[in-house]
């Protein structure tokens, strides 16, 4: 069995001519496929209009109790629901999941060092063995960017590193792509060059680019992840344009990493 | 195979104390379960807070499309997904859906007749093979009142309907419970005494307790509902209160209907 894990951001989903031609692509790529997507302005928005303040600390985040409403509502309802609504109207038979549902994916909730980030969930452990029975059965699932604690609380969780922790989990049994949904068309030469894609990437290039300052910032946490995932089974992580998934599959757009 | 199909409503959702001692029950009940929400007042609260307006036309409540996004997200997202890891922690595998999940429960859009009543859904059909093949699995499916149709849109639906909708469409391939969690002890003969539950309510039983006026209001839709479902192949309906599941299974409390 093949499988595609895929992630879609905020830039997807805000954005409602890039999210319907994101899920007809989607519907339309063969085989068993699982989405997870990310959260999106409309969170903010809407702690907005219910008065609730954002918190930061130190620049990063914090999920206190009225903002983990807020997420539940509208990455678990909102987002999810809409998406899976759609998808089955474009032919693609979709579950929207949380990590809760199944007891799919496992977390604790992030123990306070410096920063208390609140009701945030570090993975623990991924029943893959179910996500796989509902693959097997032809539904695919689409994941929230939430999990659960086993005290049974929602727990709002990094949309990236699900995705990754999905396909690792996956890994075993199948062969697994994991491909990100990025806002450029993939890895690039130039930054400011949307053509100078990097078609493929190995550990020694990376490491050459990082070397150069070809490759640096946000990028660096990103590939890390995507090399870990490799050296932890993933086939190949793929770094491509919402887009472009249909050619990113079979090489012919975005990064390849493997 | 025997399955209990149960149904909460909005007296049990918001009060947490009420919710808590539900669950509890409903993770210790044996066998296939499948649990049925209706919505509570979290998300008229919800519209408030938000500015959107209660629509109603001649007493109807109206489902426009800002309402439609509040139940998105309570019922699908805050609620449901809420219940969904309370009962993973009591160790109840559950799995919060709406009908468009899995294409579990497909509707249509409620035709205008004299009322547009907007985003709300007429159940068409029920995929009751997937909904086993959870059960089966151990999963135990908790449903949002929320439907989808072919065009890919979520539509508010009633709770109540949808329980008997998917109690009936299992009904086929086992032998199925139908369990209306209500705010009194069971079909009461004195509506002002909890004492004087019906145990048992056959179809003559309830011509003659309507021609005598013992029942009136709105339990005549109720039991009306009940016994269609009845003879719909349902082994029986229960109305009891969410705290007396255990018992009323067991035909220890509440009012059966056969």
Not at 30 to 54: C, N, S
């Amino acid at each position: 069995m093949q499988i595609n894990v895929i992630k879609i951001g905020g830039n997807v989903i805000d954005v409602e001519e890039k999210l319907q031609g994101f899920l007809k692509s989607f519907a339309a790529l063969e085989g068993p496929k699982v989405l997870v997507h990310g959260g999106g302005k409309i969170a903010t928005r809407m702690a907005a209009d219910l008065g609730i303040e954002t918190k930061m600390v130190e620049g990063r985040r914090i999920t206190d109790a009225p903002m983990r409403d807020v997420v539940t509502m509208v990455y678990g309802g909102l987002v999810n629901k809409n998406i899976v609504a759609r998808l089955q109207s474009l032919g693609c038979n979709a579950v929207g999941l949380t990590g809760a549902d199944g007891g799919a994916i496992l977390s604790i909730k992030r123990p306070v060092k410096t920063i208390d980030y609140g009701y945030v969930g570090d993975i623990v452990e991924v029943r893959s063995s179910w996500i796989q029975k509902l693959l097997l059965d032809g539904v695919n699932p689409v994941f929230a960017p939430l999990t659960y604690s086993k005290e049974g609380e929602i727990l709002n969780t990094n949309a990236d590193t699900q995705a990754s922790a999905v396909a690792k989990s996956l890994a075993g049994e199948a062969e697994v792509n994991l491909i990100y949904c990025f806002e450029k068309r993939g890895v690039l030469l130039d930054a400011e060059n949307n053509d100078s894609v990097i078609p493929v990437l190995n550990s020694e290039a990376y490491a050459k680019y990082r070397e150069q300052g070809v490759i640096y910032a946000g990028m660096i946490p990103k590939l890390d992840n995507a090399f870990e995932a490799v050296r932890s089974g993933v086939r190949k992580v793929i770094i491509c344009e919402a887009d472009d998934i249909l050619q990113a599959v079979r090489g012919q757009a975005g990064t390849t990493i493997e």
